[in-house]
């Protein structure tokens, strides 16, 4: 089998190719996070942040299309994230458990009671 040369020029372009790929893909990639289970309807969130750094890591990074980021001083947080029309209450239950104790579901109740009853078995 012949050997394919691979010139820095060709690399570059390649890098190239991939940035712009990714560029235009970035949004349906942020749309689908929080996605992947589908349920009937598409509720709303409201995560409290406790911890600091937690708060900047989670800044960092689009979770959701309809996410907003405030900076929240009270009750020892330090940020609250209000998600609204996200369709997976499994992810969302997923997402907000990998943070561990430095997040909190605030709303709604029904899924926050949930939440809790699972931590606590």
């Known amino acids: 089998m012949p050997m394919r040369t691979v010139h820095s020029s060709s690399r570059v372009g390649m890098k190239e ?5 990714k560029k235009n893909h970035a949004q349906q990639y942020i749309n689908q996070m929080l996605e ?3 349920g009937k309807s598409k509720d709303d969130y409201v995560i409290r942040i406790y911890d600091k750094e937690v708060f900047k890591r989670i800044r960092e990074k689009q979770w959701h299309p309809e996410q907003k980021i405030i900076p929240f001083e009270g009750e020892g947080a330090v940020g609250e994230i209000p998600f609204s029309k996200v369709s997976s209450w499994l992810e969302m239950k997923k ?3 990998g943070w561990g104790s430095a997040v909190e579901l605030i709303q709604p109740a029904e899924n926050r009671r949930e939440l809790c009853e699972e931590i606590k078995t």
């Not at 190719?17 to 790929?21: G, K, P, R």
């Open 17 to 21: 190719e991939v940035w712009i790929y």
């Open 36 to 38: 992947a289970e589908h």
């Open 95 to 97: 997402w907000v458990l």
